[in-house]
């Protein structure tokens, strides 16, 4: 590319305004970033079957004590939301029992657990504290609580209700996952059956009552799930 004198000093104001943009210190803050990242491998044996999301709101209350009698100094009130996401997965080496029903295939899988820690967004946490009238513990009160945070989110994770919850859409993924792997394995006619009814150990199920539960997925209509 040819270049007269203007286009020569338009070139190099170019160049100038190019290495303002490049900042050797910024490279060097993120490689450091990355150089910071642990991977673990896991042992093969986790099947993520669902996950979930909530504004968790969590809140811790103080108020000075002396001999067991409350001071009349006021209640600090501290409060944290957090936006959450709850992961869940089965053990695919746990214990799981197939068998067929006429047209159904009956899959009881091992049961659901939480994927933790419990992943969090820390950009978006919104924090409150109020202090009592005669007291100056606020940040304190706060702090104390977001320590808990990972330990208070992992309960909730854990909680059955939350289980329960997520086992509806963990069937679907079940069933999608099995009928995958014997279709691959040539385990099966893929005609032989037309139904995939998925229960969880945890929820006391035996074959007996996993066979009057509603059907999981249609075979004959991929990747869509049957409502109750």
């Given at each position: 590319i040819w270049l007269g004198k203007q286009g020569i000093g338009s070139a190099k104001d170019a160049v100038v305004e190019i290495a303002k943009e490049f900042n050797p210190d910024e490279v060097i803050?993120?490689?450091d970033q990355w150089r910071e990242l642990e991977a673990t491998a896991t042992e093969g044996n986790i099947l993520e079957i669902a996950t979930a999301t909530a504004t968790e709101k969590f809140t811790r209350q103080t108020n000075l004590e002396i001999f067991g009698k409350t001071l009349p100094l006021g209640t600090t009130v501290s409060e944290i939301q957090v936006p959450a996401t709850y992961r869940y997965h089965i053990d695919l080496n746990g214990e799981w029992i197939i068998t067929a029903d006429g047209n159904r295939l009956l899959v009881l899988a091992?049961?659901?657990l939480p994927s933790l820690?419990?992943?969090f967004d820390t950009g978006k946490i919104q924090?409150?504290?109020k202090a009592g009238w005669a007291r100056w513990d606020g940040q304190d009160n706060l702090d104390e609580l977001e320590k808990g945070l990972t330990?208070?989110?992992a309960v909730r994770a854990a909680d059955p209700d939350?289980?329960?919850?997520?086992?509806d859409e963990g069937r679907i993924a079940v069933a999608k996952f099995v009928r995958r792997w014997l279709e691959s394995?040539?385990?099966w006619d893929i005609?032989?059956?037309e139904k995939i009814v998925v229960g969880f150990h945890d929820e006391d199920l035996i074959e007996k009552s996993l066979s009057s539960q509603p059907s999981t997925l249609r075979l004959n209509e991929p990747g869509k799930s049957v409502l109750p």
């Open positions: 803050k993120t490689f091992p049961p659901v820690p419990v992943a924090k409150e504290s330990e208070k989110l939350s289980i329960n919850k997520i086992q394995h040539k385990a005609d032989q059956f």
